[in-house]
């Protein structure tokens, strides 16, 4: 079987390199593969041979996915650029500050979302306003318009509470 690569970047970028791999050796890679599927599946699972081609189709979707995870934070936007300049390449790479920030808002996200199931929406925007975003609670007071000790009384509460209900799960 001949089985043709085609580098896309790098040295050898628009190369075509074709290997011509033996039968033998395409045989024991679909036996490897069956072997492995048989061992991975419980008991009474049916596993099936796959085709070279089935596996070849398998690798490349791995290698694809590993590509797509390493360049997500790429802004692809910015690598396109008329013949004769030069790409801006610190534009297309993605620092570690950015990479950072980006997980940081994901937490955010997912903390701000697992409080608002557990807790009223009032209860919910007064935790995250003082406990996430900092501020103090005159200054949240203020925002709603209620008196800072009944808000500081709440909040005491609504924290109890989420302890609580933290403690439980």
Known sequence: MKVT???DQGV???EVVILDIPEEELERMVELDYERRLAEVADGEVVEKRTVEDI????NKQEFNAWR???RYIDSSST???EGEQAAVLDTVADKSQVEEYQRQEDYDEICQKIRQVLKRE?????IAICLDGMVVSEYADKI???SNRVSKRFVYTKKLLKEILAKS
């Open 5 to 7: 690569m085609k580098y």
């Open 123 to 127: 209860q919910a925007d007064m935790i």
């Open 69 to 71: 995870r390493h360049h």
């Open 56 to 59: 070849f189709d398998e690798l």
């Open 12 to 14: 050898r970028k628009e």
């Open 145 to 147: 318009g209620d008196d």
């Open 80 to 82: 396109f650029y008329e």
